[in-house]
Nanobody
Framework: QVHLVESGGGLVQAGGSLRLSCANSGSIVIINTMAWYRQAPGKQRELVADITAGGNTNYADSVKGRFTISGDNVKNTVYLHMNSLKPEDTAVYYC????????????????WGQGTQVTVSS
């Protein structure tokens, strides 16, 4: 089935940058939407950014102008470029891919990565 592998998290100082990657190493998905979420300790998981198959993007107000989401529908890969990082960006970041997997019959799926830790020090 679908297996999402994330990479790129780590420790960075405030004002720094990171790039997160998420790739599907399983069955190919016909993409509807790819997204990044994050969850800080004691808080609910929240949407950071998403991108549709057509390239339309949406960002949380807290990251607008600092983060950029991009993706490759064919390769089932999604990226999150994070600039001007702040301590409040510290969280576990999860990718999500939604679409259709070509089983018989085709099935809608929404799959999650395992999460990658991003820590921003002040």
């Amino acid at each position: 089935q679908v297996h999402l592998v994330e990479s790129g998290g780590g420790l960075v100082q405030a004002g720094g940058s990171l790039r997160l990657s998420c790739a599907n190493s399983g069955s190919i998905v016909i993409i509807n939407t790819m997204a990044w979420y994050r969850q800080a300790p004691g808080k609910q998981r929240e949407l950071v950014a998403d991108i549709t198959a057509g390239g339309n993007t949406n960002y949380a107000d807290s990251v607008k102008g600092r983060f950029t989401i991009s993706g490759d529908n064919v390769k089932n890969t999604v990226y999150l470029h994070m600039n001007s990082l702040k301590p409040e960006d510290t969280a576990v970041y999860y990718c999500n891919i939604g679409g259709v997997i070509m089983t018989t019959p085709p099935a809608r799926i929404s799959s999650w990565g395992q999460g990658t830790q991003v820590t921003v020090s002040s």
